[in-house]
Every structure is written in C-alpha cells, then in structure tokens.
C-alpha cells in the first residue's frame, strides 16, 4: 500500500475498516487495525467509533451476520457451516450473536427467505477464490 | 425522452491523483481535460465504452460542491467510503482481480461468487469504491 502524505485520518480508518471486511471471519486484531490506521489501539478504537458509529468489535460482528444472512438467504449450506464459515467456531455463540443483532435465530431467518437457494457444494466452492467451478455436487 | 446516461461524477481530492488511478490503473482513458475557468473540467470514459463518461470532479469547486464548508463534509463523507461509487462490468473478473493487483490497487474485496455472478472491489485514493462484477444470466 502507497503512503500518500496527505491522507486524512479518516481515509485511513476507513482502510482499517476494509482490512476488517477482508478478514471479518478472523478474530478482530486491534493493534494490526491500529497500525494500518497510524494510530494508537486506544486512539484508534475511539476514532472509529466517532466515525463509524460503531466500536471495530460491533462493526465486525455486524458484517459477519449480514454475510451470514446473505448465505442463509441463498444457500442451502447447513446454519453450523454458515456459523463457522463467517468466524463463529462455536454454534452457539454464532446463535446467540445473531439473535441479538437480528431478533431471531438463524433458522427462522432462513425459513422466512424467498431467494432459491444455490446448492451447498456450489456455494462452498464460490467461498474459494482459487477454486471457482471446482464444485463436485 | 432521454437518450442515454451522458456523464455521472466520482468525488475526488486531487485530480492529477485521480487521472493517474483511473487511467493507469483501472484502464480508463481521457475524454476531456480543460480548464473552465472555474473548475478543471476532467472526464474519463472506458476505450469500449466511449460515450458514458465519468467526472473526476474535485471536491472544493465551488461551482460543484459549495462552500468551503460544504466541501470538508463532502471530503469527510467520501473518505468513509459514503459518498460517489460505481459498478464496471468485465467480461472476467479473475482476470481483472491479478492485474489490478499487479497494477497496485488497493483491493477491498476478493472476487466473489454471489447468484448473479461474480464481483470484487477496490478502494480508489480518495475512499470511493469501485465494484467489479462479472455478471451472468441471472435476475432476482
């Protein structure tokens, strides 16, 4: 990545925040989003907060289970799957997080869903880049 | 009653910054690049697709964004990546992913699959985001 002199401080939160998108299914590394932002881990969890609206952790979590829906939506991949492959190891805590933020449990979100869903093996093969169209239903 | 989309802005901070990103880096060329007066009047459109240009309009014209006061909002809006965006087609977008990463761009996003094809994005200078989407017969 080029340092440009000139770059305010909240183009480079705003880095910080797409390292974050790149990474959403990896524990949040504060001190690396720090850095990459030139800032203090303190100084840096306070300004993305200011200009965000949201603390890293809260932003994180938000992302994954807006991934997560999207997969229930449209995939037929089973919810424990979803849950690890958006960084929850454990189901529950992947429940619990998507309750709170959501209001309702995975399950019930999918079963409202309308969108066709894309067979599992395909869409476990669309989540590596690498690999397209290696799928083998 | 119209015709066709003629030209849509992206906010930028530095035009000479933003011709050498557009045009080295994402592959556009330049229509127009005149100085009114005013504003530097600097439009960019794809080789193959001549006719559908892209502003790079500075933030801070007065003509175009107001007020100096006007203007830091519209900065600070645009450097949390909220304010002018764009979608590009590619015929492959694989192929667009390693040379952009070859080219430099600060790529947000791997390609992807998603049911309507496949899509990545990058991160212009400024905090716009340009998505990248390679897209198949698929409708919602």
Redo the contacts between chains.
């Keep these: ?2 340092a ?1 002199v ?1 770059e ?1 401080e ?2 480079r939160l ?2 910080a ?2 390292v974050m ?2 990474h959403y299914a990896e524990p949040l590394d504060v001190p690396a989003l720090a850095r990459v932002a030139l800032l203090s881990p303190s100084h840096f969890t306070r300004r993305f907060r200011a ?2 609206g949201e603390t890293p952790h809260q932003y994180l979590y938000r992302r994954r289970i807006e991934r997560a829906q999207r997969l229930l939506r ?1 995939t037929d991949l089973p919810v424990t799957e979803i849950g690890h492959g958006v960084g929850y190891a454990s189901l529950g805590t992947f429940t619990r997080t998507f309750r709170r933020l959501t209001g309702e449990t995975p399950t019930a979100f999918r079963r409202r869903g309308a ?1 066709a869903p ?1 067979p599992g093996c ?2 476990r ?3 590596r ?1 690498s690999r ?1 169209g290696e799928a083998a239903c | 009653m119209f015709t066709s989309i003629a030209i849509t802005p992206m906010y930028v901070t ?1 035009q000479d ?1 933003a011709l050498r990103f557009y045009t080295e880096t994402l592959g556009f060329t330049v229509d127009t690049d005149v100085d009114l007066g005013t504003m530097r009047w600097l439009t960019v459109a794809l080789p193959g697709d001549p006719e559908r240009q892209v502003l790079l309009q500075r933030i801070g014209d007065q003509t175009a964004t107001g007020s100096a006061e006007t203007a830091a909002m519209l ?2 809006l645009t ?3 909220t304010t002018s965006w764009m979608i590009l087609n590619t015929d492959d977008c ?1 192929a667009a992913h390693a040379e952009l990463t070859r080219r ?1 761009a ?10 309507y094809g ?1 899509d990545m994005a990058v ?1 212009d ?3 716009n985001q340009i998505r990248i989407t390679q897209r198949n017969d698929w409708r ?1």
Aim: hydrophobic content about 35%.
């Design positions: 990545m080029r440009i000139a305010s909240t183009r705003l880095r925040k797409d998108d790149r200009v965000f449209t969108v894309v395909v869409a093969a669309w989540g880049s397209f | 530095d910054e900065r600070e450097e949390r990546g694989r430099g600060e790529i947000i996003q791997e390609p992807e699959e998603h049911p496949v991160r200078p400024f905090g919602p």
